[in-house]
């Protein structure tokens, strides 16, 4: 696609549930980050992948969320046993290669009740 | 570790009014660093750049010159806006502890009134 897609774009999820976020880099860009963003906080790093590399995971807030990226494209944000404080817009980027201009999609506002 | 630092918003500023917003740097190589602009409901997009000491920056008017000396980056215009108003991000990338991983700031608000 044109730009970077992430789905869904709203979600809302029961606390305690498992959710999944998707996010589709542009093609050919081999680094992919996932921010969190508060209401009307900043961006929270939360990991970031560049090609084969081990992804840097120094920015997960604990041990119920992980990510992965599967071919060096598409990636996956999971959240385990969601907690309120979970809710938040998750961003993710993408950018050619490390150090260049990266690409945000539109986020993903998720809401847990 | 790697950090960067802006001025508290928001920033409330007339049309054609002169614009500066702070921007200051924690790093222990040498970043990139870069300014971010995001419209509400929309991703941070890139405003400009800049690579590496003296470099300056510019697009749409706005400014920003890398100051190693002073580990500052601030952004600038000469005359804002109305639709200027949107939510300002400074970020680094490339320092050794943050690898490539881009660190952003906290953001700061502009508000520009007719």
């Known amino acids: 696609g044109a730009g970077v897609s992430q789905s869904p774009s709203n979600k809302v999820t029961e606390k305690g549930k498992d959710v999944e976020l998707r996010c589709d880099p542009i093609?050919?860009?081999?680094?992919l980050y996932w921010y969190r963003q508060s209401l009307g906080q900043g961006l929270e790093f939360l990991i970031y992948?560049?090609?084969?590399?081990?992804?840097?995971k120094s920015g997960l807030p604990s041990d119920r969320f992980s990510a992965e990226r599967t071919g060096g494209s598409v990636s996956t944000l999971t959240i385990q046993r969601t907690q309120q404080e979970d809710s938040a817009v998750y961003l993710c980027?993408?950018?050619?290669?490390?150090?260049?201009?990266?690409?945000f999609g539109q986020g993903t506002r998720l809401t847990v009740v | 570790g790697d950090s960067v630092t802006q001025m508290e918003g928001p920033v409330t500023l007339s049309e054609e009014a002169f614009l500066t917003i702070n921007c200051t740097y924690t790093?222990?190589?040498?970043?990139?660093l870069f300014w971010y602009v995001q419209y509400p409901g929309e991703g941070p997009q890139l405003l400009l750049k800049?690579?590496?000491?003296?470099d300056k920056g510019s697009n749409k008017g706005f400014e920003a010159t890398y100051r190693k000396e002073t580990t500052s980056f601030h952004l600038e215009k000469g005359s804002v806006q109305v639709s200027d108003s949107a939510v300002y991000f400074c970020?680094?990338?490339?320092?050794?502890?943050?690898?490539?991983?881009?660190?952003f700031g906290s953001g700061t608000r502009l508000l520009v009134r007719p």
């Open positions: 980027a993408s950018s050619f290669t490390e150090n260049t201009e990266a690409f």
């Open positions: 093609s050919g860009h081999t680094a």
């Open positions: 992948f560049q090609g084969n590399s081990a992804p840097d």
């Open positions: 790093a222990t190589g040498y970043p990139s």
């Open positions: 800049a690579t590496k000491a003296d």
């Open positions: 970020a680094l990338s490339g320092a050794v502890d943050s690898s490539y991983k881009l660190i």
